[in-house]
Every structure is written in structure tokens, then in C-alpha cells.
């Protein structure tokens, strides 16, 4: 598909808004799920997809033919979502909504498996939304986008062995996050008696 990606980009760039649209309908999902990881808020999410492509399109003349699109695409997203991360200052939204773009086993779960999967999916988007950008982008581009060690780093513009660092501070921050919120749950019980 990357071929028939480049051709689109090349007729998008002489003015085809029906080969950019093509682009557009290719990336909305990964750009969505990148940005929903990010920014914890679907609303947000669309905003960003929207805001990527624009200026994707504005940018159009500056893609370099030997990186890949995807990481590029990917790269104009996770720049936008941390500089809105930035302007938040903390202020951390809570997750309200399944993201659109969500792919579903061919078993249908059972109303208490699909419970307990939303659970464990809220806990964990509430646990990355906690870490620091620099940390949390190369953790949902890995883990939510399975992007390689080298994909990252192009996306992040970083060195790999930067990418394989900052992977390993998050997840170490993740740990000690729910490390303290399991001693801070405890502590209630353990007064009690």
C-alpha cells in the first residue's frame, strides 16, 4: 500500500484533493488512535486528527520520499498532542469514551469479561495519562501502534538508543505510579485493623 500511498502524495502535491483524500481515509484511524492514547479525550482526538491532516496538507512540499509516510504522518500527530498536552499543564481529562476505532475479538466477551475489560483499559489509559509527554508518546506509538525502535525514533526525532531509554523511564514510572496507588489503597485496610 505504500506505493499507491506515494502516488497519492505526489498528485496531492500538484493540487488532487481526491488523492489527499485517499491519504486522509488511509491514516484517520492510526492518527485517531494515536491522538485518543495521547490526549485521553475523543473530542480532543478528533480535533487532532483534523488539526494533522491540515497540517499535513499545508506541508505536503516538505515530505521527504525516503522516510516512510506512516512515521511522518505519525510524527505531524504526536507533535500537535504534545503541544496541546503542553498548553493542558497537568490538567489531565479523564477517560469518558471508547475510542472509534477500536478492533474487536471474533468471540463476543460476555457482559462481565467486557467489564472488566473496560476496567483494566480505563486504569491503564488513566496510568499512561499520568506520564510526562516525552515518555508517554514513545509508549503508545510501541505498545498501541507496535511501531519499531527505529519507526519512533524517526517519528520523535530521536536516536533509537533515546527511544529504548525513554520506553524504560516510562515504564518505570508506570510501575511506581501503580506501586503507590496499591500502597495508598492498602493503607485504609491496614489501619482499620
Known amino acids: 500500500m505504500e506505493h499507491q500511498e506515494l502516488i497519492w502524495l505526489e498528485q496531492a502535491r500538484r493540487g488532487d484533493l481526491t488523492a489527499f483524500t ?8 492510526p492518527v485517531f488512535n494515536l491522538a485518543y492514547r495521547m490526549l485521553g479525550n475523543a473530542v480532543e482526538a478528533e480535533d487532532a ?5 491540515l497540517r499535513m496538507y499545508t506541508k505536503l512540499h516538505t515530505y521527504q520520499p525516503e522516510r516512510k509516510l506512516s512515521s511522518w504522518v505519525l510524527a ?28 474487536t475479538p471474533s468471540r463476543t466477551p460476555g457482559p462481565e469479561e467486557q467489564a472488566q475489560r ?3 483499559r480505563n486504569e ?6 499520568q506520564l510526562e509527554p516525552a515518555y508517554r508518546t514513545p509508549l503508545v506509538l510501541r ?7 527505529a519507526e519512533i525514533a524517526a517519528v520523535m526525532g ?6 529504548k531509554s525513554r520506553l524504560h523511564r516510562a515504564r518505570k514510572q508506570l510501575f511506581e505510579v501503580s506501586k503507590t496507588e496499591i500502597a495508598l489503597v492498602m493503607a485504609p485496610a491496614a489501619v482499620a485493623r
Not at 486528527?49 to 491532516?53: G, M
Not at 503541544?83 to 469514551?97: F, I, K, P, Q, V
Not at 530521536?158 to 527511544?163: C, S
Open 22 to 29: 485517499y491519504l486522509v481515509a488511509a491514516y484517520q484511524g
Open 124 to 129: 491503564v489509559q488513566r496510568l499512561v495519562e
Open 76 to 103: 505531524i500527530a504526536s507533535h500537535y498532542c504534545i503541544d496541546r498536552l503542553r498548553r493542558r499543564r497537568g490538567n489531565w481529562l479523564s477517560l469518558d469514551e471508547e475510542p472509534v476505532a477500536m478492533v
Open 143 to 149: 505498545y498501541w501502534h507496535d511501531l519499531s525502535y
Open 118 to 120: 473496560s476496567e483494566t
Open 158 to 163: 530521536l536516536t533509537v538508543q533515546a527511544v
Open 49 to 53: 486528527v483534523q488539526e494533522t491532516f
